[in-house]
């Protein structure tokens, strides 16, 4: 059964080590966490048999051992006072204050997370957790400590127990320790899951690296001996520490290579750690001039660090017996990163309260951002459906370092509105790490974007394609529309003002008039503004008010002066508006008075635009219709379809075939089993057995004339068929 187990020394090592690294912390606060966590646990044990407070002082322990603050470790001895006692959050806070019982109530909640159940929810727990660590890097640290201990003592655990902890440990925390830069914790956690995993290999491969470490000992000794003895001569302290590697990394080398044991190369290391930089790379002289380097084998992470913060020099020599030795060189605080990352880092301020606002908060997690997209290769059962799902968001900073979350693929455009309205509508480019960038630039985890906005600058249609939240959408539509009106409405000023003059009203008379306020009650108008927009957009015509001003007679002399033909188009005008009013969405309304273009004939389903015609309403013409690009910009509009219950529309194609008895009855079945109206059509033989057949047809939308077109070209004896816009 267990020994008996002095707390009170150990609890006597944390405060010694935590003074070491941090003398002003609070040791008052750790005291008291360790009474009240021994008081709420008295009684209860693990299933070792031993004392339950031993949990809690081990995993505290590790905390002062990452150099974690006061509050920190206060939380590893409180950490399951929660979940496992009559201890509740409120009673927390009431005894350690808000900041601790936060702490203590985040790392409960994470240890109810569960990794292992249905795929769907995983990718929501893990965005639960990320949550967690960007509120609180802490919560995530004493977490790890606690799994770290757990897993220190999991022999005592059933079987199926210890494979679940060990796959998730492997999963899902062992990733997370190696992307906050936190080495040991990292190996720890991989080796004792990979013992639990697979027993036998782990055995195997732990026998052979005991013994390749008693074989090889003498020819690592001498090398240390060599290299100090040349060091000393050069006035650099060095401390020398020689390492096989780890197990699981052997194993993981073993898979990925598929090489036996034997056949790892760089299972031998020896790290050099040395006091300043340019003592690395005197170092690194030195080891080349006494052992050979094995070419290609030489890495410079102090030039250019890891994504996690590692920096050393990497480079493996042939040794005494031909053993391959890695040689890693880094100084003192480089270790202590590669040990431990992010707590290496830890910031102290006055009260050994943590700042939180410093570059670190932002590096972790751009860490974890890194993190997020490796998830692939550990996690087998993390498949790429639920890796889409993690990686739909980008995490980028502000100047200031704050953190701020988009949907994968948006850009500065949506940065930009998320600032403010007026940010968005003026910015004309964004920076990005401090390099200048087009607004069509996809923002990418961990970039920090600064805008560039313009005064006078606006934002365009193009900008719709580029914003990806419905925010940026929503803002940049409302502008356009607005822009629209203001048009729309000078436009329609135009319109009228030139109606008014040919009746030779005055305008700023006509609006003050009693006739014209009373015309404008009777239509609900608010000023002649609004009416400028309605005339404008083609809502109301010119005509139509001056019809409610002037009495009938001047109307009709005025009317015998127009000519009897432009009469008649006018009819033809407003029958094609009657029929087509409420097809379209023009500028937000579908009430406007359309008609399609006759030049480009587009169907629902086309992309559209429309464009303002003097007098007679709104044209609709397809976007890319010559006749429309070559005009006036100013007179376009934003238009949609409106397909709800919409008549079919007249559109014509044109079907090549071989002149062939029955053919042109096949093609006309198809064309009514399509539910597609035949309006018109023309059949001609054009010689060598071919036939042109032009079709003027009521059809749906674009996707119905595809269906169409696709069901023609299947038909036997058909050539071609074609949508035809002359
Ligand atoms: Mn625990």
Not at 20 to 28: F, G, T, V
Not at 610 to 617: A, D, E, L, N, S
Not at 657 to 663: M, R, V
């Amino acid at each position: 059964m267990a020994e008996p187990v002095n707390l009170n020394i150990r609890f006597e090592d944390i405060l010694t080590e935590v003074e070491s690294y941090n003398p002003s912390a609070d040791l008052d606060l750790i005291r008291k966490a360790y009474v009240y966590s021994a008081k709420v646990h008295q009684g209860q044990t693990r299933r070792s048999g031993e004392p339950y407070l031993i949990h809690p002082i081990a995993v505290a322990h590790i905390l002062a051992k990452m150099h974690l603050d006061a509050p920190s470790i206060a939380t590893g001895f409180l950490h399951d006072t929660v979940e496992d006692t009559l201890a509740t959050v409120e009673d927390i806070k009431q005894i350690f204050g808000p900041q601790i019982s936060k702490l203590v109530d985040a790392v409960t909640k994470l240890s109810k997370i569960n990794f292992n159940t249905k795929e769907q929810r995983q990718a929501e727990n893990f965005r639960k957790m990320f949550m967690a660590m960007a509120d609180d890097i802490r919560v995530i640290l004493v977490k790890l400590a606690d799994r770290l201990h757990n897993m220190q003592t999991m022999q005592h655990m059933p079987e199926d127990k210890q494979i679940l902890i060990s796959q998730e440990t492997l999963d899902i925390y062992a990733p997370i320790a190696g992307r906050l830069g936190m080495q040991e914790l990292k190996l720890d956690l991989e080796n004792l899951a990979l013992k639990y995993l697979k027993p036998q290999l782990w055995e195997t491969l732990s026998e052979k690296a005991d013994e390749l470490q008693k074989t090889t000992g003498k020819s690592i000794e001498e090398m240390k001996l060599k290299l100090n003895e040349k060091l000393l001569e050069y006035g650099i302290k060095a401390d020398l520490q020689a390492r096989i590697k780890h197990v699981y990394s052997i194993f993981r080398k073993m898979e990925e290579q598929h090489v036996e044991f034997e056949q790892i190369y760089d299972l031998l290391a020896l790290r050099v750690i040395v006091n300043t930089i340019p003592q690395c790379y005197e170092t690194l002289g030195f080891v080349h001039s006494l052992w050979k380097p094995v070419p290609g084998r030489f890495k410079d992470y102090i030039g250019m660090p890891k994504m996690n913060n590692y920096q050393s020099l990497h480079t493996t020599v042939i040794g005494p017996k031909g053993y391959r030795v890695e040689f890693q060189i880094r100084t003192k605080e480089m270790h202590e990163i590669a040990d431990w990352g992010i707590a290496a880092h830890w910031n102290y301020k006055e009260g050994g309260e943590i700042n939180l606002k410093d570059e670190m908060k932002f590096r972790w997690i751009r860490q974890f951002m890194e993190w997020q997209k490796d998830l692939s290769d550990p996690a087998e059962y993390l498949d790429t459906v639920k890796l889409d799902l993690f990686a739909s968001d980008v995490y980028v900073f502000t100047p200031k370092g704050d953190i701020r979350e988009f949907p994968a693929g948006s850009t500065p455009v949506d940065f930009a509105y998320s600032v403010h309205t007026e940010v968005g509508n003026k910015c004309v480019g964004a920076r990005v790490n401090g390099k200048l960038v087009p607004l069509r630039y996809r923002m990418k985890s961990g970039d920090t974007i600064e805008i560039v906005t313009q005064e006078g600058h606006h934002p365009s249609r193009d900008w719709l394609k580029y914003a990806q939240t419905s925010r940026a959408k929503a803002k940049i539509r409302q502008y356009l529309r607005e822009e629209q009106s203001t048009r729309a409405s000078k436009l329609g000023q135009d319109l009228l003002e030139k109606e008014l003059d040919r009746y030779g009203l005055s305008p700023s008379k006509t609006y003050k008039g009693e006739a014209f306020l009373a015309f404008l009650k009777s239509r609900h108008i608010r000023d002649e503004h609004q009416l400028f927009v309605l005339v404008g957009y083609g809502k109301l015509s010119s005509h139509q008010v001056v019809a409610a001003l002037l009495p009938k007679e001047q109307l009709e002399e005025m009317a015998q002066k127009e000519t009897v033909k432009e009469s008649t188009i006018s009819r033809i005008f407003k029958k094609a508006f009657e029929r087509s009013r409420g097809r379209v969405r023009v500028g937000g309304f579908d009430d406007v008075m359309i008609s399609l273009a006759k030049c480009c004939n587009p169907i629902p389903g086309d992309s559209i635009v429309g464009f303002i015609t003097r007098g007679r309403g709104v044209t609709i013409h397809s976007s890319d219709c010559s006749k429309v690009l070559a005009s006036d910009k100013t007179r376009r509009l934003d238009a949609t379809w409106n397909l709800k219950g919409a008549d079919p529309t007249s559109t014509k194609i044109r079907v090549i075939c071989i002149d062939k008895p029955g053919l042109l009855a096949d093609i006309s079945r198809i064309i009514s089993d399509l539910d597609v109206n035949i309006n018109q059509a023309s059949c001609r033989s054009i010689g060598d057995q071919k036939m042109v057949n032009n079709f003027e047809i009521g059809i749906r939308d674009l996707k119905h004339l595809q269906s169409l077109i696709k069901a023609l070209s299947k038909v036997k004896g058909v050539i071609s068929v074609d949508r035809t816009r002359d």
